[in-house]
């Protein structure tokens, strides 16, 4: 429950911004060259329905790759989420004004969720959000009403 609420969002070794976007190369796990190892991406509410299996929608707004490897089990996911939420913990002072910096687009109470990839080239979703929306207008948050 702790962690649920403190994960807001963010970290920001790779936002994408617009055309010139900063986004690199999948890191790939020693194990298996094909599969990339940990990564945390954050996507916004309007990229993804929320209960389905889908991948989200476009780029995520923030995206993180650890060089650690993990298992790929559930044990692993897990791991890998957790190593995410080190990460982003550091951040949330300023996750509104990251998070709005960030994106290509407004957004208007839009919540950021935590999504990972282990092993996988795929997104899963961790339904992990600290439950605040994010207003963002022009590159700049504003208090949600």
């Known amino acids: 429950m ?7 969002v963010l970290y920001v ?9 900063i986004v690199p190369s999948i890191t790939k ?7 990339p190892g ?8 309007g990229q993804f329905k929320k209960g389905s299996k889908e991948q989200p929608k476009g780029h995520p707004a923030l995206l993180h790759e ?3 490897t993990f298992p790929c089990n559930t044990v692993g996911n897990r791991l890998c989420t957790n190593k995410c939420l080190e990460t982003i913990v550091k951040y949330l ?12 687009r407004d957004c208007h109470k839009e919540k950021a969720y935590l999504f990972i990839k282990n092993c996988k080239d795929e997104w899963t979703n961790t339904n992990l959000s600290a439950g605040r929306e994010y207003c963002c207008k022009d590159g700049l948050p504003y ?3």
């Open 143 to 145: 208090k949600c009403y």
């Open 29 to 35: 796990s020693s194990t298996n060259s094909n599969e």
């Open 93 to 104: 002072p300023n996750s509104a004004a990251i998070l709005c910096a960030s994106i290509d």
């Open 13 to 21: 070794s790779y936002p994408y911004v617009g055309g010139n976007n």
């Open 2 to 8: 702790y962690l649920t609420l403190m994960m807001v």
């Open 38 to 45: 940990c990564v945390c991406g954050i996507f916004l509410s």
């Open 66 to 68: 650890h060089p650690d």
